[in-house]
């Protein structure tokens, strides 16, 4: 090995974490976007404009690593449902952006990983032992902390981002089946896809807002019409479709140049970007409650994926969480 490969073997780590870190930074702009937007479109509009626009960027990526052959698939059923799931996982994330502070938002959301790990032994058959289930059960108690259900002071909202989690997860667990045999581009252009075609047919039904509902702001954001956006929007709705291109791009190649266990655990680094613009916009300060499930939360995911590095599984390590 010559003394420029050794240098960037060393380097890589440090290039993966800093491409991840990154990664967190732009999607947390992202929410901060959405959540603004939320008011004024439809969140099947913004969905829309995004993968319309990130879907170029993979053809491009498709057709750089060897053309429509890469379109091939042999298991569509799986990726149509798979690319479901996704859009199911990102609308719900958006709806409950629209009503919650972005740091319960993102707190909720980053408990995908305890669902991954418990669906993982009834739908792949995997073993998990009595530590990551203790983990699992901590984490759960997290999510109980941040939406607070007992008391009548349960958020309609809070159900979207755990419905986010829940999804997102099944999404993960579908991926690493199809991760045998499928590239990474293929996978890509087949979710962005069916986000596209999903985001249309709900255009279709809700566009013209016959099924308005104005009585509370998640369900405004999904019923809303479709509304022509200004020059200045329209380049900000862009620009939500490149920071997804870039976004998910920033984290495959952090996976790919770098261990998943070393760079897992900076995907949680856009917690306290959350945090920041939550207080910089809106003048938002965590709940005693959100700060103690995020860190059952976050707590619980870092040492599952600390397990499964040990234990060499790849259950939740390994597939990022955006």
Do not use: N
Not at 134 to 150: D, N
Not at 222 to 243: E, H, K, N, S, Y
């Amino acid at each position: 090995m010559t003394q420029a490969e050794m240098a960037l073997e060393q380097d890589a780590p440090l290039k993966g974490i800093a491409l991840l870190v990154f990664a967190t930074a732009i999607f947390s702009v992202q929410d901060v976007v959405i959540k603004l937007f939320s008011g004024t479109y439809p969140a099947h509009q913004i969905v829309f404009v995004r993968s319309l626009v990130g879907l170029l960027p993979i053809l491009l990526i498709v057709w750089l690593e060897g053309g429509a052959r890469l379109l091939r698939t042999s298991r569509p059923g799986l990726q149509i449902l798979r690319g479901l799931l996704g859009f199911l996982a990102y609308t719900t994330y958006y709806l409950a952006l629209s009503a919650l502070p972005l740091a319960d938002t993102v707190t909720l959301f980053y408990a995908s990983p305890l669902f991954v790990t418990a669906l993982a032994v009834p739908l792949l058959g995997e073993r998990v032992g009595p530590r990551r289930w203790l983990a699992v059960w901590l984490g759960f108690l997290g999510v109980v902390a941040v939406t607070r259900p007992f008391g009548g002071d349960l958020e309609p909202a809070m159900l979207l981002a755990v419905a986010s989690a829940l999804t997102y997860g099944l999404c993960m667990l579908i991926t690493r089946k199809l991760a045998r045999s499928e590239a990474g581009s293929t996978l890509a252009f087949y979710m962005m896809a069916t986000f596209l075609a999903a985001s249309a047919v709900a255009a279709l039904v809700l566009g013209d807002g016959r099924f308005a509902v104005e009585s509370h702001p998640s369900l405004a954001f999904l019923t809303r019409a479709w509304v022509w956006p200004t020059t200045r929007d329209l380049m900000w709705l862009v620009l939500l479709g490149l920071i997804s291109g870039a976004g998910f791009y920033c984290i495959s190649q952090a996976y790919r140049i770098a261990s998943a266990s070393l760079v897992a655990p900076f995907e949680y680094a856009s917690l306290p970007w959350a945090i920041l613009w939550g207080y910089l916009f809106w003048a938002d300060v965590p709940a005693g409650s959100t700060m103690l499930g995020l860190l059952l939360i976050v707590g619980s995911g870092l040492y599952i994926i600390h397990r499964e590095s040990i234990r060499g599984r790849k259950i939740v390590r390994g597939r990022p969480l955006r």
